[in-house]
């Protein structure tokens, strides 16, 4: 909790994996008219959600309230890492459609599923 963040805690980009299997969608049929495509496309908010933003949700979405453990800060693991999807907006028609509440339930659903 020691990152240089509103929080303290790392900000990643986290995208649901429907939003990944949209864009794949997406290119494959760019690629096959033959339109011109870029030889790859990041897929990301540019904005980033902190650790603390995604627990915060867990406990909200699971109803399950909890307290994180938290641990020493691994050596190298920078502050912020977050992608752009402008590329993949402009020629796959691409955004995120999920919230962090939704790609969290979707997560939960999936894994109460499995037993």
């Known amino acids: 909790d020691d990152y240089d963040t509103p929080d303290g805690t790392n900000v990643r980009d986290y995208v649901h994996v429907g939003d990944i ?14 339109a011109p495509i870029e030889p790859a496309y990041n897929l990301g908010s540019g904005d980033g ?7 915060d949700a867990v406990a909200r979405v699971t109803g399950i309230d909890f307290t994180p453990e938290v641990g020493p800060r691994r050596p190298g693991d920078p502050d ?5 999807g402008e590329l993949a907006a402009r020629d ?24």
């Open 49 to 55: 959600l902190s650790v603390k933003q995604i627990m």
């Open 21 to 34: 299997a949209a864009a794949h969608v997406a290119a494959a049929q760019r690629l096959a008219s033959g």
């Open 80 to 84: 912020r890492i977050v992608a752009t």
């Open 92 to 115: 796959l028609d691409w955004t995120m459609r999920y919230t962090v509440d939704e790609m969290v339930r979707t997560g939960w659903e999936a894994r109460r599923a499995a037993g």
